[in-house]
């Protein structure tokens, strides 16, 4: 199915369901193996919900759902809810498995590809349109708060009050911003979410004003780039061979923004572009047309077979 468009007449927002709790060290991991541990029990349909559920996951009823939720739009679970089966994901899978690449997310790699499923499709609201939509680079809580909910009263198919509108950005913020350190604060309290370790966003003079961090990315390895890119392809245009450098540089969405790249970055990855997939896609400047081919057609498990190649990097390094 192809992912829903932000301003889609049937869009319908979302600003709930991490009960204002930002992604935290572990849960996905933690999700996973609940989850995979009652796959074949009649106790997986209440895996989050039952009344064992919080001597299972060792915390309060608010974090189970937050646990439930983010572990959903990672990804990582898929949870069709109503008392129906809960199982784990080819993605889940490919991270925490029993030959998973990175079961304690130590590597860097593994926090692009949660923060890209996170931010390219518009699962998340407020995630999806401050990485693809924000025009400037500066952002104030206040400011992103009003912006939202100006989108929301366009969508016919939902409301939300600006206390709900309010505590999501709070979520946000505290999902990628380091907390300033004090003397109180140590670097490992200062880094509440595993996303922050990212530095997409930065806090600037006062408490509340942020920086979008754009450039380039050293840790964003060729196998998340590419597969964000193929990922991309399937959703925006799965039937077509050309893509334009236009729409991989600034269509929303896309690695480039979702990433915060900027073009000399992009383009120099772009270039490297029929290598790093192994011949899927080629670089094209012909006649000063800049653009993507795709020279065969691929799946979802080919774009996703592309990760490995960021982690033997690492254990190599």
Known sequence: MLRRGLFEPDYRPRFTGHETFPLRYGWLRKAF?????????????????????????????????SIRHWATVADVVQDPGRRKRVKTTRFGEKLFGESGL????????????????????ATRTTWHWVFNYYPATIFVREQLVQN??????????ARASEATI????????????????????C????????????????????????????GMKPSLGNGVFTYALMDFWLQKAPHTNTMSFE???????????VFLLDESDLSERLLNIEHTSNGFIQWS????????LRRREFSDSDALSFIGSDYRTSSAA
């Not at 790699?109 to 931010?119: I, N, Y």
């Not at 939202?148 to 198919?157: D, I, W």
């Not at 400047?285 to 993507?292: I, N, P, Y």
């Open 33 to 65: 193996d609940e989850v995979r541990r009652t796959d074949e029990k009649a106790e997986n349909e209440s895996v989050f919900s039952g009344d064992d559920a919080i001597a299972r996951f060792g915390v309060g009823k608010n974090m189970i759902a």
């Open 102 to 121: 990175d079961p304690f997310m130590e590597n860097p790699a593994s926090l692009w590809l949660v923060h890209w499923k996170l931010c390219s499709p």
């Open 148 to 157: 939202l909910e100006h989108l929301a009263k366009k969508c016919t198919r």
């Open 166 to 185: 309010k505590r999501d950005v709070e979520c946000f913020v505290r999902t990628y911003a380091t907390r300033p350190l004090t003397e109180k604060t």
């Open 187 to 214: 670097r490992e309290d200062a880094l509440e979410s595993p996303l922050a370790e990212l530095g997409l966003i930065r806090t600037v003079g006062k408490r509340d004003c942020f920086r979008l961090v754009r």
């Open 247 to 257: 729409t991989a540089a600034y269509e929303p969405g896309s690695p480039c923004r």
């Open 285 to 292: 400047e012909t006649s000063g047309l800049k653009q993507l």
